[in-house]
């Protein structure tokens, strides 16, 4: 992994499907070894994920068919047709038809079928058996997606038939081998180049999942199998009704009767893909939002003792220290950050929640502690200059003094310069940057609006537009505050300069 010795890294918010490409989504492809190669040319040492689970109709990946699953969508087609797995014709049929965004519609009817044909023609089913074996959970997921198509996609309460069609599990099972396969290859490279990956988990599972499924007793179900209450998050500064996710609530009770197991083996899996993983919505485990089943809003929800520091010793006897990074925005009291303390783990602060005028907030860089992960934003956040453009005259010029810049003209590559510069010369240990703000991209390419369930997680850059990052810049950023690469720092006595 790529750590420095000081502690202090740089990286890169990205989701592997906003990788360019031809094939309607990002891929484990050629493009992904480029975009290390272009990481490490600006002298960035993390690349930061999104979670990898298979997503939902929407797609979105905080909503999945499993903890323990992966998404189709990131194999490489041209890495399968070069392994005699795909013929031209089957590669020039999924051509995708915009490179702008991920086509979710294509995916969902097309890409099966040729994952299928793929899954047909390999031949080597003790590796995809050892693999199974090694992953019973998502071994399980498989199972369940065999099981849901042959059960015409109903429900799994629903469920009459208890068989899955062989071919259909053998598709499943292959997926998740040749996911693993290829991003291991990945992985290995990005850490040839000094760059770590920081992966992501959404702290809850869907109802219609195999996890629930697998083990319903985990979870706060009726005898019906509906929730007792379903998760989510209070009226906040996102969504003033709040935020309705409908999971289910995990029966923590249970859990602690076997020390966790089901969390334990999810972290160990999650340890088996990334260098680091954060834990999405960590508040959850100090206290869990619960809105009764069947409500229309969030708003009627009450709070609930999660299993704090129980389930965080349990969580590092797996991965050990270092490795997990705790979500921590939103609704947070003393309690929370409390837990976030002693669990050891680095809470985030996002700069542009900084600028409500007052001097300690925590979110302004100069209250910024050495253990946490700073960003300009977050997926759930507009790009920067898309906050840049919403705000009021005033508040603008207060966000650039604070960072330097004083010219009245505010658009312009110093402005947005400057205010990367001020994020990565704070003290905390990892600065993360979404791409779209290294290249100055407007809110028509931000990832994800909370609370609006279409419209989101389909923004994909192209191979050229990278061109519009100052990459010498940002090597040089990197190197003045101590995050630049190893080579790069040794090149500090020769006093380079802005």
């Known amino acids: 992994m790529a750590e420095k010795n000081n502690g202090r890294v740089s990286g890169v918010l990205m989701h592997v499907s ?89 995916l969902s009817g097309e890409r099966m079928e040729l994952l299928s044909r793929a899954a047909e023609r390999f031949k080597d089913a ?13 071994g399980s997921f498989c199972r369940f997606m065999a099981l849901r198509k042959a059960n015409g996609y109903l429900p799994h309460r629903r469920w009459t038939c208890s068989v899955p069609d062989s071919g259909e599990l053998r598709t499943w099972e292959f997926i998740c081998y040749e996911f693993f ?5 990945v992985r290995n490279y990005a850490h040839s180049k000094g760059i770590s990956i920081i992966g992501d988990i959404p702290v809850y599972v869907s109802l219609e999942s195999s996890d629930v499924w697998e083990d319903p007793k985990q979870f706060l179900l009726d005898e019906n199998g509906d929730p007792h209450g379903v998760a989510g998050v209070p009226p906040d500064y996102f969504c003033a009704d709040g935020q309705l996710w409908g999971n289910p609530l995990y029966d923590w009770d249970r859990m602690r009767k076997d020390g966790f197991a089901w969390w334990r ?27 009764p089943f069947g409500a229309p809003d969030a708003r009627n929800g009450k709070w ?20 997990l990074i705790a979500e921590d925005l939103g609704v947070i009291d003393k309690k929370v950050e409390k837990l976030v303390r002693e669990s050891g783990f680095p809470g985030m602060r996002v700069m542009q929640f900084g600028f409500d005028g007052k001097a300690d907030n925590p979110h302004l860089p ?28 005033a508040s603008r010029r207060a966000v650039l003094e604070y960072c330097g810049y004083g010219d009245e003209n505010w658009d312009t590559p110093a402005a947005y310069h400057a205010v990367i510069r001020t ?76």
């Open 181 to 185: 396969r290829e991003w291991a290859e």
């Open 423 to 498: 994020l990565i010369s704070s003290v905390a240990d990892t600065v993360i940057i979404p791409l779209q703000d290294l290249l100055r991209f407007g809110s028509d390419t931000r990832m994800n609006t909370p609370g609006e369930a279409e419209g989101n997680w389909s923004w994909r850059v192209l191979r050229e537009q990278l061109s519009a990052a100052d990459k010498a810049r940002l090597a040089e950023y990197n190197r003045i505050y101590g995050r630049g690469a190893p080579e790069q720092k040794n090149k500090e006595a020769t006093g380079a300069s802005l």
């Open 265 to 291: 083996d999810r972290i160990a899996f999650m340890c088996e893909l990334f260098d680091k993983v954060r834990i999405d919505h960590f508040r959850g485990l100090e206290s869990f939002y619960s809105i």
């Open 304 to 323: 609930v003792k999660g299993p704090g520091m129980e389930l965080v010793k349990a969580l590092r006897s797996v991965c050990g220290e270092g490795r």
């Open 366 to 393: 100069h209250n910024y502690i050495k253990n946490c992960v700073a960003y300009t934003g977050t997926h759930d956040n507009n790009t920067l200059l898309g906050f840049m453009w919403e705000l009021d005259p």
């Open 126 to 138: 003790d590796c995809v058996r050892d693999f199974i074996a090694l992953h019973p959970h998502t």
């Open 18 to 106: 906003s990788l360019w490409g031809e094939y309607s989504c990002g891929s484990f492809g050629k493009s992904a070894y480029e975009f290390m190669d272009f990481l490490a040319e600006c002298g960035f040492s993390c690349w930061q994920t999104l979670p990898f689970c298979l997503p939902d109709e929407h797609g979105s990946p905080y909503s999945s068919y499993s903890a323990f699953s992966v998404n189709p969508a990131f194999i490489d087609l041209e890495t399968l047709a070069t392994r005699g797995l795909l013929n031209a014709e089957e590669l020039a049929s999924a051509r995708q038809r915009t490179p702008f965004r991920c086509e979710f519609d294509r």
